[in-house]
């Protein structure tokens, strides 16, 4: 398979789950590079991700490092047998790090979140969203701004269409008291999310001010559940774009946390309520 210059981060993830297996079981890259017929370099290209490998490849690796999870060993097969997907029409235009969003999101198999100070993406409104992305530091060109939405509103549809996924969004109400494009697009907001949780895959838990403090304070966090716990990966937002996250203890602490935040919140009917409320204050 021809070498990459830029690997995505699936093909990062790929990789690095070929590390570790090599490794946990001793064996060497070199020994590696002769068991799959392969140079030593190729081994060094596909832990990083440069490069493919084949499926024949992967399970030989697989069953000479004495891994026994077969459903593990398939996932790993799939993610390196997957074809480029819709998020493609968009690279060259946007950046790298918001088509890894949408690329992981697509396999993921059901989604948890946590947001302190806006509503998460995937249940924001376009006017909305325009109105966060306006307010980039440097500012985005308006043919970026229509792009950006143009990917969210069809990142939105892992949760929305046919094939929608379980997603649990927790939303502090800081959030859900930010006027993001004034009081009408604030307003029109609460009520699309009123809307949106009442679909059967999405639960909207809220977490007022009363409650005081609570884990993960000001991170926006999601936790994408993968085909296999191994591959369950956490994505964390910065202002200078994604980073994730799938080392073991770091995806079992955001996952505690996320149990903690969920603990805390209002139950869905409540939470539903309490948004009205805010909503009609507006």
């Known amino acids: 398979m021809p070498p990459r210059t830029t690997p995505t981060e699936r093909q990062k993830r790929l990789g690095s789950e070929l590390r570790r297996i090599r490794t946990v079981a001793g064996m060497s890259a070199e020994f590696a590079a002769g068991l799959l017929g392969v140079d030593r370099g190729k081994i060094s290209n596909i832990e990083s991700g440069v490069r493919g490998i084949s499926a024949d490849r992967l399970r030989t690796l697989a069953c000479n490092c004495d891994v026994t999870d077969e459903a ?63 307010a980039a530091v440097p500012a985005l060109p308006e ?39 004034g009081t009408d697009v604030a307003r029109a907001q609460l009520q699309y999310l009123v809307e949106v949780s009442e679909l059967d895959n999405v639960t909207v838990l809220v977490v007022p001010f009363a409650h005081g403090a609570f884990p993960g304070a000001g991170q926006t966090v999601v936790y994408m559940e993968g085909p296999v716990p191994q591959l369950d990966t956490v994505q964390v937002d910065s202002s200078h774009g994604p980073t994730f996250l799938h080392a073991e203890g770091q995806v079992a602490k955001y996952r505690a946390q996320l149990d903690l935040l969920e603990g805390l919140a209002l139950p869905p009917e409540q939470s539903r309520d309490f948004i009205r409320e805010l909503a009609r204050q507006l």
């Open 72 to 134: 593990y060993v398939n996932a790993l097969v799939e993610m390196a047998e997957s074809s480029t997907g819709w998020w493609e029409r968009y690279r060259g235009t946007l950046p790298q790090g918001l088509l890894d969003i949408a690329e992981s999101e697509s396999s993921a198999v059901r989604m948890r979140g946590a947001n302190t100070v806006h509503v998460p993406g995937m249940l924001q409104t376009s006017e909305q969203a325009m109105a966060i992305f306006r």
């Open 143 to 181: 043919h970026e701004v229509a792009l950006r939405l143009a990917l969210r509103s069809e990142r939105q549809q892992v949760i929305t269409s046919d094939t929608a996924i379980p997603y649990v969004a927790v939303i502090h109400e800081a959030a859900l008291r930010m006027q993001f494009g």
